[in-house]
């Protein structure tokens, strides 16, 4: 089976990380023996996408991922999973720091706010382990990075270790779209 290529152009939520999850584990199913994953997404949700980054990095095939718009907040941890990362010249990336939603105005108790803390904390932890792994950053770096809402053109990105090469072809003629 030729390389197929998943185009992921949306928001990183439960219902986009389900359908591109059982996307590939029918590709996979077929016989897939190689995964491109464009990406151009403003974030999301913390916890879909770390669970797409753990599954792209434990699937028995290799994945190339690339950043042809923009790749922002928990989408650069999806990006992160790719063996090989590339990036149209024009992309950007954009590293910043957790944030909590609260569904409705709360009262809290003060173990409940120990509890959120705790919980941003370790999203935080998470989220510069991976991008330090795949950047060759230290952690404290990138955790400085995140709190300063560091923005990385296409070329910066290539220097910080988060892109390999830049690229302006996406997808060969003929390619397997799925």
């Not at 916890?47 to 718009?69: E, K, Q, S």
């Not at 003060?110 to 919980?119: K, P």
């Amino acid at each position: 089976m030729p390389p197929v290529y998943f185009n992921l152009q949306a928001q990183i939520n439960r219902d986009t990380a389900a359908k591109l999850i059982g996307g590939i584990e029918t590709k996979l199913r077929e016989g897939m023996t190689e995964l491109h994953l464009l990406i151009a997404s403003p974030g999301g949700f913390i916890d879909p996408g770390m669970a797409m980054y753990n599954f792209l990095r434990g699937i028995p095939v290799p994945v190339t991922t690339y950043n042809y718009g923009n790749v922002d907040s928990v989408a650069t941890v999806v990006y992160c999973a790719g063996k090989r990362r590339l990036a149209t010249p024009q992309c950007r990336f954009l590293i910043h720091g957790v944030t909590w939603t609260f569904s409705q105005p709360a009262t809290l108790t003060e173990q409940q706010l120990r509890e959120m803390l705790g919980n941003v904390a370790a999203m935080k932890n998470n989220i510069a382990d991976v991008i330090a792994a795949t950047s060759g950053q230290p952690v404290a770096k990138v955790e400085a990075d995140m709190s300063s809402s560091l923005t990385l053109q296409a070329a910066e990105a290539k220097t910080y270790g988060l892109v390999h090469d830049l690229t302006e072809t996406l997808v060969p003629p003929g390619a397997d779209l799925a």
